[in-house]
């Protein structure tokens, strides 16, 4: 999932994403620091980890996508994270992010089981694991949570993760949650 506006769906086709979501206190912290910060999608993406990017899709195709996502997690085991520290992908994009500092391997590996089969996709830029906390805002903005972030830190245990579905209002939605090692809702 992304800040980036993206244009709506066409018929019978709707946008998903599939991301990590960042627990309590952490997510609240993060989604206040990158509406402080500026960023106008930052109360319509829950505060994540991406798994796979936004991605068009048929909506007769969901049901396909939910059993690959559900044997991919099946695959896997509960992983810790720690976030620690800030980064950016200056000057490329206008990004500043929490990092990924434990977990990087093993949200590399979900990434691909999640990223293959039905949704196997070429990516715009190398996999990187990172919680955004501020996204085309003024370079000011960029600057401040840089600097500000560069202490942050948090260390939770990721029990698995989820499909999203961006509405009409460009509000991100989970559909269903899959955890580690089994199937649930």
């Not at 992304?2 to 609240?28: F, K």
């Not at 896997?76 to 200056?90: A, E, N, Q």
């Not at 992010?97 to 949704?119: F, K, P």
Request: a positive charge.
């Amino acid at each position: 999932m992304t800040s980036s506006p993206m244009p709506a769906a066409g018929p019978g086709r709707t946008v998903i994403g599939v991301s990590v979501a960042v627990p309590e206190p952490w997510a609240a912290e993060i989604q206040d620091a990158r509406a402080g910060y500026g960023d106008p999608l930052a109360r319509a993406i829950p505060t994540h980890i991406t798994l796979l990017p936004p991605t068009e899709v048929a909506v007769d195709a969901l049901g396909r996508i939910e059993e690959h996502l559900a044997a991919a997690a099946a695959g896997h085991r509960p992983f810790r994270v720690l976030l620690h520290g800030s980064g950016s992908f200056r000057p490329i994009s206008p990004v500043v992010y929490v990092r990924v500092e434990d977990g990087v391997r093993e949200c590399r590996e979900v990434e691909a089981s999640v990223r293959s089969g039905v949704l196997a996709r070429e990516l715009n830029f190398p996999y990187h694991p990172h919680v955004t906390v501020a996204h085309g805002v003024e370079p000011s903005a960029l600057d401040k949570a840089l600097a500000e972030l560069r202490g942050y830190r948090a260390d939770f245990t990721v029990p698995g993760f989820s499909l999203y579905r961006r509405g009409a209002d460009g509000v991100w939605r989970p559909l269903r949650r899959f955890r580690f090692g089994s199937v649930s809702r």
